[in-house]
């Protein structure tokens, strides 16, 4: 599944200016791919015009809320994540304004309310930035 624009605020809470994902789609239940066209005018462009690290984390972070939120849609089960802990980020390169991003997404092991999430950030085909997330969901 697909969804683009508008949809994606079906998928996940954030609004303009605090979207960071504008594509979304479905691989298998588990894994997704977001893709998120890097603009002058986001909030988290640094004055050189690259997108902050803390940028990134919260694209991995809202990439994993839309696979949550299509899962909610396919179950009937809301849930609601929030980030416990960032572990393992690295950060190899910044995009640019006028980069697309592409990020893939993996839900891991799932313990309780806690679920592992790995993200990992390339744009045009090279490997930009990864982490694991730790999210409780609710």
Known sequence: MKQKGKDIE???PQRYPMLMVDEFETTT????QTVLY???DNLFMLPDGTLAETGLIEHIAQSAAALAGYQSSVSGEPRIGLIG???HFECH???KAGDCVHTHIAFGLT???VTMVDGLVS???EEIASARLK???Q
């Open 10 to 12: 079906r998928l996940i």
């Open 29 to 32: 239940e588990n894994v997704a």
């Open 38 to 40: 890097v603009r002058a």
């Open 85 to 87: 802990e960032v572990k």
């Open 93 to 95: 390169q910044r995009p």
């Open 111 to 113: 313990f309780g309310n």
């Open 123 to 125: 744009v045009d085909g």
């Open 135 to 137: 999210i409780f969901m």
